[in-house]
């Protein structure tokens, strides 16, 4: 059975930095990208950043870009998204998601998904 638990959000003043984590399991961790969504209250999910099955190359929204990181462990099964420079606007339920091979921004192209973390960004 496939999981993905996520951990690592909570309340930050705005200029402060979060690390989210991601731990996978029930599936082949390596031969899927890895994703980080997010939705806001009242709006749709959007695609923040990805990373292929390997490593490097990277992807981010142009929203987040300069600010977050994104990395993996696949040694242990783990995605990590590093925020830095965090907004207000980046208040949001963070989902990690999965897809085999390739990334995608879609969300609906994810093949698994995680239930969330909630990052709380205060002014």
């Known amino acids: 059975q496939v999981h993905l638990v996520e951990s690592g959000g909570g309340l930050v003043q705005a200029g402060g930095s979060l690390r989210l984590s991601c731990a996978a399991s029930g599936y082949t961790f390596s031969a899927h990208a890895m994703h980080w969504f997010r939705q806001a209250p009242g709006k749709e999910r959007e695609f923040v950043a990805a990373i292929s099955k390997s490593g490097p190359p990277t992807y981010y929204a142009d929203s987040v870009k300069g600010r977050f990181g994104i990395s993996r462990d696949n040694a242990k099964n783990t995605v990590d998204l590093q925020m830095n420079s965090l907004k207000p606007e980046d208040t949001a339920v963070y989902y990690c998601?999965?897809?085999?091979?390739?990334?995608?921004?879609?969300?609906?192209?994810?093949?698994?998904w995680g239930k969330g973390t909630l990052v709380t960004v205060s002014s």
């Open positions: 998601a999965a897809k085999a091979h390739y990334i995608a921004t879609r969300s609906a192209a994810m093949d698994y």
